[in-house]
């Protein structure tokens, strides 16, 4: 795969051997400080080991300092005993800290954020300007973030991998828990991962109750996005996966590639009675899009006639309440395919107040494409044509009603297989394959945190970003 490298699951000889002892926390009034300057004057491999366990207040980012730094929990602990920072830093008039860690120096090439936990301290309150828990990336190469809990984030996103002068290449963020982030009130929402890297490596990542984007991709040619796990439990989420923005790299998804994901939208939580198939969901909660390609799916005419270029995106599988699971609009180049509903599913939803008056929003349906601004794509074919695709956020979910399905076991089911074929191109559609293995997932959110936990520890380990926040409608 273009960009993708191993990534060995501890330190290398090259880096300096850790210390027998962790990063004390106390005294608590100096701790930012200590920790700044304990990356910032020991020099390049230096690893900041934190203590199992124990809790890291911090009042400001700490931030790497020099190539193949490390901060991660002694002993490397995936489970809630990896050290928790904490964003504590003053906030006025909607500005203050917003970020833990930050990894974007002109020198941050090979550093390493690992099995610690992020809680940015919102706390249900507004938005604060700034980045997000985690920044990462920048003008730099080689990166890893893994077995990281980020959750609650002041900022718009829990996690964002900064594209730097578009020369961010590498990155691997993988194994890693996230959510909630955001709350779904109007425009405060925010994102599960942004990742705005060339080459990188998104995998076996488990995004949970986030509300604007899942997983969200501001082009990044050359990244891999695959077996990861979106779900909602109670909030309302704008996009699984997001490949709609045209800026940084001028809507370029080259080799931009998303597969083998499991998207799940809203069930119903109340108890299930015999040959009942749907009922009511407490919070009304759905997935608006379950993967939206194209910038006017977003953002309606705010980009022209721009586009998203030349991703693939296919065996994903979906299962749930969405008011679309693929929506697709203003694309080129696109190759959508052998993306499947499994176990119960429903399309629902209605105009909302925010939709434009000069848009006609479509009736939720599976998977929907505006052929007056694809073109040039391959399709699986049983997409339904609309006639504007502009704008498809804007939908709200229905106020009560038994319209959620009943979850389960969605090994149960078998998922349906479309056929290729449907393009908007001359070129004929080609059978990319089946669905390969099925996915145990849990309802409840501790189990689906649990199974994951333990597929990722017996998996072998590889070697192997700016986001311009958007408005929506």
């Known amino acids: 795969m273009g960009g993708s490298r191993f990534v060995e699951s501890h330190s290398s000889s090259r880096h300096t051997p850790r210390a027998s002892n962790c990063f004390a926390a106390d005294p608590i009034d100096t701790l930012t400080d200590r920790m700044n300057v304990a990356l910032n004057s020991s020099g390049q491999g230096y690893v900041l080991s934190l203590c199992p366990n124990t809790e890291y207040s911090i009042q400001a980012p700490i931030l790497f300092a020099f190539s193949d730094q490390e901060i991660s929990t002694q002993g490397y602990p995936t489970d809630a005993s990896r050290a928790l920072i904490i964003v504590n830093g003053t906030v006025n008039n909607g500005t203050g800290q917003t970020t833990a860690i930050d990894g974007t120096c002109a020198q941050c090439d090979g550093v390493r954020l690992r099995n610690v936990q992020i809680n940015g301290s919102r706390n249900g309150g507004s938005p604060v300007n700034g980045g997000g828990n985690v920044e990462m990336g920048g003008s730099n190469s080689n990166q890893l973030v893994e077995y990281v809990k980020s959750y609650n984030p002041r900022g718009w996103t829990c996690l964002h991998i900064v594209e730097g002068a578009l020369s961010c290449n590498n990155i691997t963020v993988q194994n890693n828990d996230v959510g909630p982030c955001g709350t779904d009130a109007f425009q405060q929402w925010a994102d599960g991962l942004s990742i705005s890297c060339q080459n990188a490596v998104v995998r076996n990542n488990m995004v949970q109750n986030p509300t604007d984007g899942g997983i969200v991709l501001f082009g990044s040619p050359g990244t891999q996005v695959y077996n990861n796990t979106i779900w909602v439990v109670n909030q309302t989420l704008l996009g699984g996966i997001n490949m709609v923005d045209y800026n940084p790299w001028s809507g370029d998804y080259t080799n931009t590639v998303v597969y083998n994901n499991t998207i799940l ?8 009675e015999a ?20 910038p006017r799916t977003w953002f309606g005419t705010e980009y022209g006639n721009n586009v998203s270029l030349s991703g693939r ?9 969405f008011s679309y699971a693929i929506g697709m609009t203003s694309a080129k180049n696109f190759t959508v395919e052998n993306n499947v509903l499994f176990g119960n599913t429903s399309f629902i939803g209605a105009r909302g107040p925010n939709c434009s008056s000069s848009d006609t929003t479509p009736t939720p349906a599976a998977f929907v494409i505006d052929l007056n601004t694809v073109i040039q794509s391959t399709t699986q074919s049983n997409f339904t044509t609309i006639s504007d695709g502009n704008s498809l956020t804007c939908v709200q979910p229905p106020d009560g009603g038994d319209y959620w399905p009943f979850g389960g076991n969605p090994s149960t089911s078998t998922p ?6 449907h393009s908007s191109s001359s070129t004929a559609g080609i059978v990319v394959g089946v669905i390969v293995g099925i996915l145990l997932v849990a309802v409840i959110a501790f189990f689906i945190r649990r199974w994951v936990l333990k597929r990722a520890e017996a998996q072998r380990l590889y070697k192997d970003s700016r986001r311009s926040r958007y408005i929506k409608n």
């Open 265 to 272: 939208g809203g069930f119903s939580n109340e108890n299930e």
């Open 275 to 294: 040959n009942e198939t749907d009922g009511t969901n407490s919070d009304d909660v759905i997935i608006k899009i379950g993967i939206a390609i194209g």
């Open 416 to 421: 349906s297989s479309p056929s290729s074929g």
């Open 313 to 321: 995106v296919y065996n994903n599988r979906l299962s749930g309440a």
